[in-house]
């Protein structure tokens, strides 16, 4: 036995009800009724009078059943145009977070979800965001760090952010057919979009990456849906559609408006026009008089129609355009709409339910493009139904518009529930300065949402079935950071030294405004911590309580004539790994250090420093033994004593230096550095002889010089 299913086209004008029968790999189209609304039943493709429209679907219903038996379940679209399509951006900071996981992210496109269906709401004037259905949406792109990305899962950074499009229903749309067919005591057994339901029959899935689009030219609208990249990118509306070109034949020839309806249907296949005007003259027209009348509505129909896919398809034509609905017989109509998108007249077409594959049409059933999207609604409605679920959230009873796997973040959208809120927040962050730097220290991050159904817990991408009980717990908030000060700084810092084969461990010295601390003390905000260690060797002998070594190494002076002479040879010094250094000059770990203390000069040393000049001597010869000539040209005195060569100087004595001119030496000069032997026996007088030739005691003397002194003696007797 075939399966019989029976579907409506509820449009503005008028409600088509069909019956298909599907056989094992196709389709038949065994009845179709239609029937125009008596009044203003329909507005733009939405119910506003629901009894009005259940009046109409009853006698369709009465109608067919008559020829096919008992109707008690129908298939239905939503308009289409009722769709509302919005793109949204979210941001989330996750510095210092755990790497993203699957769950991290779905909440993000989630939030992202919502944000677009607040937007919807707003523009749409609506009070509350989920009054409107999220029908599906998808991700445009990643991004970590303002880079894109192709996923986020498992990356760390500093930011992460998703841009989703998501498409939206309003319930309203949904709740008025509901009502219109209880009246009419029908069930919805599916749901469907009708340019989804058009599309399914007319543009399979491999073509859809192709940038297409469908203009389902009604009475009232014309609804338009745009194809790229295998998926569906865009839908629109326009209100104005066949009733334009009808009233423009009715104002060009006076006639009542069903006269007009049915002379703009002549058109599609009859040369001569016959019309009875508002005054009773029946007029043939040809047909080119007619259309050359109301071309100015068709330019008009197809210039809002372009303009509306302009405004889809950023600014840019499509590769091609499918024409379904009645008012597609519009004459010239697709040639028109061709030229104004830039397109070759063979990619512009009216196509009709013939182009539907598997599908065959009973002898008696009316051919035409106005019935594609009736099959198509009762096609899609079998392939891809669309129901109702209820689940409870929190306590609440939602209905979901089942249009896929309903997840649990679907019904927490529903149910309005607000995902950015559901995680906890984090916790007060703290600053604190360290060393001079102001450093921020987030606050712990907040938990996830505790979500269970029937009491057992699953994630936002669990899938739900009717009669689910959803429960949600909001994550805990963070917790401000506990830390103790030593954190700050990765433990505390140290070295070890060995000075005077000493080892020595130096360690930081840790300050919380301006007290000493262990760093084992909580860290709280604001506070202002320094953590030093000895930078220099003066520093460090302090450190180490060794400030004696600093007073060995002060450079040893004294005072000379109420003059400071510094004597550098003789401080003391410091040696850092067996080079000579300074108490300026840093260390590291592992230095070893010594000292060499200070050593004291003698009166020679600081003469030498002074540059002073404390004797001059000549070498001579008297009386044939040499002899070395000595003249004092200084003499350094301590307390007014005077000092020898080899006296020791003091750190800091005061000394007087006493400088003599230097004069040349005279042969008297001789008897200060020996003794004269008188011989016992001399006949008086002496003879004082120079290089053998007789002198005085005031000749003066050369280096080198043969003095002699001859004493005359009595001869023997």
Known sequence: ?????????????????????KTADSFEVTDIVSMEHRERAMLDGQIHDVIAVSKVIQAIKDTLEKKHGKLTSVSVAAAGRAL?????????????????????????????????????????????????????????????????????????????????????LPKVVVESLLAALKRADLHMQALTLEPIAAINVLIPQSMRRLNVALVDIGAGTSDIALTDSGTVIAYGMVPIAGDE???????????????AETAKRQLIDQDIITVTDILGFETEIPRTEVIESIMPSIEKLADTICE????????????????VGGGSLTPKLPEILADKLNLPKNRVAIRGIEAIGQLTIADHVHRGPELVTPIGIAIAAHKSPIQY??????????????????????????AGIKLNKLYGRPGMAMMVEFNGQLITIPGEHGTKPILTINHKDVSLDYIVQDGDEITVQQGEDGRSPRLAIIDLSDGLPSKQVTIHGVSHIIHAELRR?????????????????????????EELFTKTNEEHLLRSLQPFTVNVNEKEVPLPLFGGKIVKNGILTNPASSYE????????????????????AMKVQLTFSIPVAFNGKKLQLTKKLAQFYRNG???????????????????????????QDVFMHIDIDMPEHTIGGFLLLKNNQETTFNETLAPGDELNILWPTPSPK
């Open 308 to 323: 509306e896919i302009f405004s889809l398809n950023n600014n840019k034509s499509p590769k091609a355009v499918m024409l």
């Open 245 to 259: 070109i009808t009233e423009a034949i009715s104002d060009s020839f006076l006639l009542d408006f069903p006269l």
């Open 589 to 608: 770990d592992g230095d070893v250090i010594e000292m060499i203390q200070s050593s004291q000069p003698l009166t020679t040393d600081l003469a030498y």
């Open 84 to 168: 509302k399509t919005e793109r949204a951006a979210i941001s989330i900071d996750i510095k210092g977070k755990p790497m993203l996981q699957h769950d991290d992210i779905l909440h993000l496109e989630l939030s992202a979800v919502q944000i677009a269906q607040a937007v919807v709401a707003e523009k749409n004037n609506s009070n509350s965001s989920h009054h409107y259905y999220c029908v599906g949406y998808s991700v445009l792109y990643y991004r970590l760090d303002g880079q894109e990305i192709t996923s986020l899962i498992d990356q760390s950074g500093e930011q992460a952010s998703v841009e989703i499009i998501a498409t939206f």
């Open 389 to 414: 679920m209820g689940v409870n959230v929190n306590g609440q009873t939602i209905r979901l518009f089942d249009m896929k796997e309903m997840t649990v973040g679907d019904c927490l959208l529903t």
């Open 1 to 21: 036995m075939h399966e019989k299913l029976f579907a409506l086209d509820i449009g503005t004008r008028s409600v088509v009800g069909i019956i298909l029968e």
């Open 513 to 537: 405004n301006d007290q000493i601390v262990t760093g084992e003390e909580s860290l709280h905000d604001n506070d202002k911590i320094t953590c030093t260690m000895p930078g220099t060797l």
């Open 641 to 667: 004593q005077p000092l020898t060569n080899e006296d020791v100087i003091n750190q800091e004595d005061m000394i007087t230096l006493v400088q003599h001119k230097m004069e040349p030496f005279i042969f």
